[in-house]
């Protein structure tokens, strides 16, 4: 079901049909398997309490993982699949000399769908002339890694702009300047009653039936491991000359 996964989306609605919200997205480098810098667009979302990766993303960057038992609980506490496994990589700015290394829970998707056309306005003029993270902030586009609370406020940096009513608020961070905010939709009908709402929060928590299933079988590879073990015929007479010599030594010291 769409609510079991973490949403994530560059616009969505506000609740009319001619506004919507555009929601902090940034273009950041992501270092792959090789050392190669490669483009990744991420959604900064500080609702959430962890990092997440697309399985699309960690099978481009051919990054190495390792199992957890995690799932993600969102809005009203439902509870979504459990998470592929957990990935370490860096993060770079194109601005600065500025890297991030972060752990990310992977999911097979981390985005709801996108809206189908371009429906936010680039020029508004108290933002002209700045870095932006994502130029391309106006398109549709999937989301590669959402970066959670955990981080959000380490890559703040001073400075913030407010332009007039229905225009985005710049926010300045170690990758550039991001945008957010209510915005006017030129192409938006006002005929239109269609009303999409998406929520970014996720909480993580152990899911108990994985844990519980790894441990099984873990015992059981142990079983197994046991059962099938046997002395070949020289563990056989060294084991048995250790058993003697040490009967011997014993008999001696009575």
Same mark, same amino acid.
């Given at each position: ?187 938006? /009908?006002?005929? #239109?009653?269609?009303? &999409?709402?998406?929520? +970014?929060? =996720? !909480? ?5 039936? @994985?844990? %519980? ?16 073990? /046997?002395?070949? #015929?020289?563990?056989? &007479?060294?084991?048995? +000359?250790? =058993? !003697? ?5 014993? @008999?001696? %010291?009575?």
């Amino acid at each position: 079901p769409e609510s079991k996964a973490v949403n994530s989306s560059v616009c969505s609605s506000a609740g009319t049909s001619e506004t919507v919200v555009l929601l902090a997205t940034l273009l950041v480098t992501a270092d792959d398997s090789t050392g190669q810098k490669q483009m990744c667009r991420v959604f900064l979302d500080s609702g959430s309490e962890s990092n997440f990766i697309s399985e699309t993303c960690v099978q481009r960057l051919g990054l190495k993982r390792k199992k957890t038992c995690v799932s993600v609980a969102g809005i009203g506490g439902v509870t979504g699949e459990t998470a592929k496994g957990i990935v370490n990589l860096r993060l770079g700015s194109r601005f600065r000399q500025f890297s991030l290394d972060i752990s990310a829970l992977v999911y097979r998707k981390l985005t709801a769908s996108l809206l189908p056309r371009r429906v936010c306005k680039s020029d508004w003029p108290h933002l002209k002339g700045l870095e932006l993270s994502d130029p391309q902030y106006f398109q549709p586009s999937s989301i590669d890694i959402l970066l959670g609370a955990p981080v959000a406020g380490m890559i703040m940096l001073p400075g913030l702009l407010h332009g007039p009513p229905g225009s985005p608020v710049g926010q300045l961070t170690q990758f550039g300047w991001i945008l957010s905010g209510i915005v006017d939709s030129p192409h938006s /009908s006002s005929s #239109s009653s269609v009303v &999409q709402v998406s929520s +970014h929060h =996720a !909480s993580c928590h152990t899911d108990e039936a @994985c844990l %519980e299933q790894s441990l099984e079988k873990f015992w059981k590879l142990e079983e197994l491991e046991t059962d099938n073990y /046997s002395l070949t #015929s020289e563990d056989q &007479q060294c084991e048995d +000359h250790f =058993a !003697s010599k040490i009967g011997r030594a014993s @008999c001696r %010291e009575r």
